[in-house]
């Protein structure tokens, strides 16, 4: 593609394009012209390109009921040419598919673990922030929080929670008391995660924020980063979007110090799921000691073993690091 003065010489579109005087501008974006395609002219696409379809009516009750679309985040690495699309030798459908059950399995583990998660920190911000500002609408002072934009925003999200709800506790208090907002137990029973997460990123630093952190065994900074990491993860779960080799567009700050056993394997990708399973079994360890994270997750990686774990920031020796051999166990002070 070249440019004559300040016209194209050819239909390619939406790319930088340098004229003869050196200068560079972006020519309009091209229509979309892909015609929409049946569940058996997929099928028959897939072939083409090279895939291996053994058992057509099973791929066809896979597509009519997942979506091609839906599925392609799963065909591209297998493919050997991914311009034209053109797959790996001997690859099949049902490699296709064991990715997909694969990271399904996985949304389901993540997904309840940070269920567990989120009540527990819920717990904690309610019993430390209450009982330590002897405040139970402690949430309603701005004066408790840094940023004034951000708490307007929060309270004005929070009412519109308590108006929705239909649950007899929030009924009863509206019916029975005067307050405009309930106390912190009663509201934080319906803010959602990510409201949870806000109320504490944007609170002072404080003697309860802090207490918060400590019982988790992190700092201020690093627990903030981590609930609001577990936010984003547990939407993505939620909405049954690829979560296997994603790229987090929220990277999860690594601790320099921590009050447990903590990863020991250096140079981690902070933008990959393997970081996220280690902050989600850091917390179960200290939520539920006897809980079976660690065994199954290793466990889901045995039923896959054709799980590429490097794209998901998995290190090669990761099973021998001492964090993944059992609960994580509080640090011993130094004397």
């Known amino acids: 593609m070249y440019i004559i003065g300040n016209k194209p010489a050819g239909p390619l579109s939406g790319f930088p394009i340098c004229t003869l005087g050196g200068s560079f501008f972006t020519m309009n974006k091209q229509p979309y012209t892909k015609p929409p395609l049946s569940v058996q002219e997929h099928i028959e696409l897939l072939k083409s390109r090279g895939l291996h379809i053994t058992d057509e009516e099973r791929a066809i009750r896979y597509l009519q009921n997942i979506s091609y679309y839906h599925l392609s985040g799963y065909m591209f690495p297998f493919l050997a040419d991914k311009k034209q699309h053109r797959y790996k030798p001997n690859s099949s459908f049902t490699d296709i598919i064991n990715l997909y059950l694969f990271d399904r399995e996985l949304r389901v583990l993540t997904f309840s673990s940070i269920e567990k998660i989120e009540i527990a920190i819920r717990a904690q911000i309610t019993n430390h922030f209450a009982i330590e500002t002897k405040n139970p609408f402690w949430y309603t002072d ?5 940023v ?14 308590i108006k929705r709800s239909t649950d007899v506790f929030i009924k009863h208090f509206t019916d029975t008391y005067s307050d405009p907002y309930p106390p912190i137990w009663i509201v934080s029973e319906v803010l959602s995660m990510g409201q949870l997460s806000i109320l504490y990123h944007i609170a002072k630093r404080s003697a309860p924020r802090k ?9 201020e ?54 970081i996220v399973l280690a902050v989600i079994a850091y917390f179960l360890d200290i939520i539920t000691p006897s809980n079976t994270f660690h065994d199954k997750l290793k466990n889901l990686l045995s039923k896959y073993p054709n799980v590429d774990t490097s794209v998901m920031g998995f290190p090669k020796d990761w099973k021998n690091d001492p964090f993944w051999s059992g609960i994580s166990k509080p640090i011993a002070p130094q004397s």
Request: charged share 20%; with cysteine.
């Open 148 to 161: 004034s934009t951000e708490h307007k925003d929060f309270l004005k999200n929070t009412s519109t929670a």
């Open 142 to 146: 701005i004066n408790n929080f840094s």
């Open 221 to 274: 900074p690093i627990m903030a980063n981590w609930l609001h990491t577990l936010v984003y993860v547990r939407n993505i779960c939620a909405h049954h979007a690829r979560l296997w080799n994603k790229s987090l567009r929220i990277p999860v700050k690594l601790p320099k110090v921590t009050d447990r056993t903590w990863l020991s394997s250096p140079n981690l990708s902070n933008d990959k799921i393997y």
């Open 211 to 219: 207490a918060v952190a400590k019982h988790f065994g992190v700092k």
